[in-house]
């Protein structure tokens, strides 16, 4: 068979590294096997929209085999990358049912991302969840629409007040934007909907280590962002580490050295980042280094140093200590792409260079910071700019289509369609017993359902 | 406080009987307390679409408390009930906390609906999720469009064909629903997605024991429906029982006493329903018998025999046997509430009168069954009804445009919007070892997660 001698590619990942990837070869004579152990590519720049209930969990993430169906020469395995054999040419992926496959590559493409990293602290984890896959946007959702009830029912007043408190922690744009969201939907989503309590008196709070928040971006667009937040409520603490965590509050440390306990029952942390475990495993099949946060250090032209044929792209590589964004993530798969091509042409691999497009974060309905190339949008001007990209951006016409209505439902009218808490999605929420004092991860609500 | 004087009205469930009870009392001078284990209210007639990919969470399952957000006179309590005390009149109920909260009444309805049933065979639950929750729609969602991508990197013919067999137990609508959705999925919204599986191959099943599928509409509609299906593909079987469900198929009985084995993954199971465990909880609080689905007998006012200010109502109430339909819980709810309204007016109770209005079972898209006081309409007319009185019933303006916009995606490109498989959705998933034969329940994935 002709499809058989085609030159091999196989890409782990299809976020927007290998997803970019993918599409980048649509034409060029290669057979690509796309593997990736979630069968959704995650839109994630509006995993926050999710997590709050503005959008459902298919139009942040439309399935991957839709997104290719018409590139024929696309492979979609739905599969966990388990193994790299670099002599051999073989990825091992296991598959849901535990059996394992063999996958023979000529080129190879490595682009499995980045988790939480809780920097030391993993038992932060099941009070503090992260914002990384889709579970966890379901379990924040669960965990804020649920603080609100928790408060509604409560009698005591010190224990409601921790029921409405939310303190997010990391002041990058996804700590920026889910501490925004919550504040607007406490102010204006659920209006009327509660009776004893008014979740309009939800405190908010972002702590950051730095001294600015969206560091970033600038000292201009920071300020605007913290004024556009302080404008909506959001407590913004600069300076301030958070030293513990557990499931009544935490606890910070300001850059005085003064400390102090925040009552809060939900945490949200959105503070660094590490390399799949991925990268641990193709450095070592390799013989390639890792940096401090996990990534896998390439060549200029994104290859694992000895092995030509094997990329490493996005928030897995560690290159010229470019940001961990969606841009970066794109641009270097679709380089990696594109030396395959140019390799199979005969032609000479070339230094990936990234052309920085920008970036963004949403403070607010009808506020948002932009920087762009020297040029600094905030306020309507900025979201505007922000509405225009993540529409042109988001993958296919019907979700971009369904998106701009609940965007319309919730920046025009306030409202949230998502709001449906399950106890699954709710699996790992940290109750505590309150008569003993007693933590529990409680798995199901206090009677078995029929 | 004038408040506190009111007559208390306290009601256990947020389906169609309890909100429209509570609906009902919007003028009345009580005071009313809504207790729902679950914050959101589940428009059942469609979790077949969210369990399809169609509809979204929020879409079948808007927030009790926002529906009722204008009505001042409730209050929304999100607790699970444990108990009854008629003596003293309280309902005790315990937060997701473990606190336990005791609501007073001076009048209550109990309206905890119904779970599936499985006739004597609890073991069949896991093999065969059924159909009352978002948390089972959303593993039937995993588990449909998982069995799809298991197909697809399946090697082996006969284990791929297994991995497309899908058996629906349970010939009402709900049965017949899935079962055409299942088909119209695999047949249209799957096109171009996968390159080794034709998912258009796959095999429908629908198991009913009795002598025609929808036995409650009549021999005429039985008929159409039974074509419609056979026209999507659906192989219908009626005379048939199960007699084990497994991991790996099911076992059926026909009626002449022949058995077969059906290598089926996916199961799902329609066929027969019990009372909530309230309706025990109940019964023994107040001297009150069940029948043999475990409902309530109630007086021909709803009421409990010698408990006249205690009502009982849809899938709990054992009455004139009346079936278990959203209609029944919404009337025998608003007559609950009606005779509260009639007391306090010092006005006598009166029996309930059952006004049928009908039934309907959408086939595929385009074609449904209705049956309407002696009048019998299918294919697209019925179809046009059951869109009018989807959209009329669906709560509030925005799920109805939102469900108008997935419906046009769906109808009329055979598009499915929520496609997204999460690890917490699939819980429950029941896998098989190929290579021990060992079955296991699998809660994460085979490596673990960063």
Known sequence: MAEQQRHRVVIVGGGFGGLFAARLLRRAPVQVTLIDRENYHLFQPLLYQLATGILSEGEVAPPIRHILRRQHNVDVEFATVTGFDLQNRTV????????????????????????????????????????????????????????????ESEYDDAARRAWLTFVVVGGGPTGVEIAGQIAELSRGGLKRNFRKVDPGAARVILCDGGK??????????????????????????TGCTVTDVHA??????????????????????????????????????GGASTDRAGRVEVLPDCSLPGHPDVFVVGDMMSLDRLPGVAEVAMQSGMHAANTIKRRIAGKQSVAFKYRDLGSMATISRFRAVVSFKGVKLSG????????????????GFKNRFAAMLHWTNTFLFSGRAERAITVRQAVGRVVIDEAGGQESLRIAPPQARP
Chains 1, 2 share one sequence.
Not at 212 to 235: M, T, W, Y
Not at 269 to 277: I, K, T
Not at 380 to 395: D, Q, R, S, Y
């Open 380 to 395: 309507f001007a900025g979201w505007l700019v922000w509405l225009f990209v993540h529409i042109a951006f988001l993958t």
């Open 92 to 151: 091992t992926a296991t598959r849901l049912d535990d059996s394992e496959r063999r996958h023979p590559f000529d080129s190879l493409i490595v682009a499995a991302g980045a988790g939480q990293s809780y920097v030391g602290h993993d038992e932060f984890a099941r009070y503090a969840p992260g914002m990384k896959t889709v579970d966890d946007a379901l379990e924040l959702r669960a965990r804020i629409f649920g603080a609100f009830e928790m408060a």
């Open 248 to 285: 009544l509050g935490v606890a910070v440390k300001a850059h005085d050295g003064s400390t102090e306990h925040i009552a809060a029952r939900t945490k949200i942390w959105a503070a660094g980042v590490e390399a799949s475990p991925l990268a641990r495993l193709l450095a070592d099949a």
């Open 212 to 237: 600015e928040i969206l560091a970033g971006f600038g000292d201009r667009l920071s300020q605007k962002a913290s004024n556009g937040l302080a404008k909506l409520g959001v407590e913004i603490r």
